[in-house]
């Protein structure tokens, strides 16, 4: 148990490695059992292993586990593991800087908290992600998940609340003029759901309002009017790409130049709030 919860501190340790270094790092997010066998199974010399486990003295092997996912291994048994090939493009960072960014993360006092938060852990793979997007309409829309991700679910305010209730109740009795189950009453039933999903703030102005408050407390991180401005527009320039598949050329190179640099140090400055 305690040797799993390292590995989820480890994992949080790359999320931290990807923002410090600005690198895409892939790793097993799934825990996988080592399967011992009853008893050691002997090592023939047909088997297509014998040679290498005769390099190293085995004459059985006492289980297996896959290789795709992160596992605790005892370290007394011959385990064989089982690992598919695939093609892949690394660009790397020195071993040197691997271990010092790793090590760093690691002496956070409170680490765990990382691992147990799912939207920051989120957001830090979309970042991650973003750099394997070939094209730049791609990359603004991940890296703009990235901060939807971390949003939380606020509500209207009161008044807001009150004009709603009026329309909702308008809604129903257009609705209930219909017979119930009808085409009509269907539809306007499903106006109805959407509606509904109307208590809650707008993701661009929720976005907006977030961004700004954790702005606020830092300073590094840019002037809160200027952030919004700037968020405002690549929350626009996304809903042009999403909703008419296409949007200014200009706009997207201005607002993705902006998030490439914004969103890794908004992301760490919460990771070290959270983490501290």
């Known amino acids: 148990m305690e040797a799993t919860r390292h590995l989820e501190l480890l994992r949080a340790a790359l999320l931290w490695l990807s923002l410090a270094q600005g690198v895409g790092v892939s790793y097993s997010r799934v825990n996988g059992d080592v399967q011992l066998y009853d008893t050691p199974i002997p090592i023939s010399e047909p088997s297509p292993i014998f040679k290498f486990a005769n390099d190293v003295g085995w004459t059985a092997t006492d289980g297996h586990y896959d290789a795709d996912k992160a596992a605790v291994r005892p370290e007394h048994k011959r385990l064989t593991r089982w690992e598919m090939g695939r093609p892949s493009v690394i660009l790397s960072i020195s071993v040197d800087q691997f271990f010092a960014t790793v090590g760093e993360a690691l002496k956070f006092k409170n680490l765990s908290a990382v691992s147990d938060n799912p939207k920051l852990k989120l957001a830090i793979e979309l970042y991650a992600a973003f750099r394997f997007e070939l094209s730049e309409n791609a990359q603004l829309l991940t890296l703009i998940s990235s901060l939807e991700s971390l949003l939380p679910d606020v509500e209207i305010d009161a008044s807001a609340k009150t004009a709603l209730a009026e329309a909702t109740k308008t809604i129903k009795s257009v609705r209930d003029n219909h017979g119930s189950g009808s085409s009509e009453w269907t539809l306007i039933n499903k106006l109805l759901s ?83």
């Open 194 to 276: 959407r509606v509904a999903d109307l208590k809650r703030q707008s993701i661009g102005t929720t976005l907006r309002d977030y961004a700004s408050g954790i702005v606020s407390r830092y300073p590094e991180l840019g002037q809160p009017i200027d952030i919004e401005k700037k968020l405002t527009q690549a929350y626009s320039v996304r809903s042009h790409l999403l909703h008419e598949g296409h949007a200014d050329d200009q706009h997207v190179r201005e607002s993705l130049s902006f998030l490439r640099e914004f969103v890794p140090r908004f992301l760490a400055v919460q990771f070290r709030e959270i983490a501290s």
